[in-house]
T-cell receptor, first 114, second 114 residues
Framework: AQKVTQAQTEISVVEKEDVTLDCVYETRDTTYYLFWYKQPPSGELVFLIRRNSFDEQNEISGRYSWNFQKSTSSFNFTITASQVVDSAVYFC???????????FGKGTTLSVSS | DTGVSQDPRHKITKRGQNVTFRCDPISEHNRLYWYRQTLGQGPEFLTYFQNEAQLEKSRLLSDRFSAERPKGSFSTLEIQRTEQGDSAMYLC????????????FGPGTRLLVL
């Protein structure tokens, strides 16, 4: 079975703090894809990143960075110097080759205060 | 490209009534997905289409639910004899290709069944 666990339900930080959102996944497939989406209060899911299981290189995009570790089945997301606009629910998701749709975690609600 | 659009954005109905939602995918995206999201949870897969063919349905999709994608363009999701448990956000997503390509989501239709 495939599963995504986001153990942190809610995180609150003050602006300019760094914050890491954890994601642990389970799959028996050797080929799979991991995603992060952001859901602001408006409700629309915004795509952030897609990573396949063969690419373990960490990725940085502006203030966002992702740490993919197959050894621990984790795909963690770090926001550097957080801003109020980062306040949202963040979802980690798994799409494996044998499957047909995204399997989402329950999400982590990030609140950034000024 | 314009994004995925959904209509209506909000729907309030009385128990027992039928409702229909529409999704317009990104043009030339051949895959279209429907998800349901309840409060505090991640989106859960309902069904998906490859062009006009409905290729998979989740066990969540009871007999009261039906989806269509005539001519492989827009899609409709109908719920017959609505129940209070159907209250949720219904999300549509589309993607290119036939594999684990990135899914782009619409703004969702929020359904409240009284």
């Amino acid at each position: 079975a495939q599963k995504v666990t986001q153990a942190q339900t809610e995180i609150s930080v003050v602006e300019k703090e760094d914050v890491t959102l954890d994601c642990v996944y389970e799959t028996r497939d050797t080929t799979y894809y991991l995603f992060w989406y952001k859901q602001p209060p408006s409700g629309e899911l915004v795509f952030l990143i897609r990573r396949n299981s063969f690419d373990e290189q960490n990725e940085i995009s502006g203030r966002y960075s992702w740490n993919f570790q197959k050894s621990t089945s984790s795909f963690n997301f770090t926001i550097t110097a957080s801003q109020v606009v980062d306040s949202a629910v963040y979802f980690c998701a798994l799409f494996n080759q044998a499957g047909t749709a995204l399997i989402f975690g329950k999400g982590t609600t990030l609140s950034v205060s000024s | 490209d314009t994004g995925v659009s959904q209509d209506p954005r909000h729907k309030i109905t009385k128990r027992g009534q039928n409702v229909t939602f529409r999704c317009d995918p990104i043009s030339e995206h051949n895959r279209l997905y429907w998800y349901r999201q309840t409060l505090g949870q991640g989106p859960e897969f309902l069904t998906y289409f490859q062009n006009e063919a409905q290729l998979e349905k989740s066990r969540l999709l009871s007999d009261r639910f039906s989806a269509e994608r005539p001519k492989g363009s827009f899609s409709t999701l109908e719920i017959q004899r609505t129940e209070q448990g159907d209250s949720a956000m219904y999300l549509c997503a589309s993607s290119r290709g036939q594999g684990a390509e990135t899914q782009y989501f619409g703004p969702g239709t929020r359904l409240l069944v009284l």
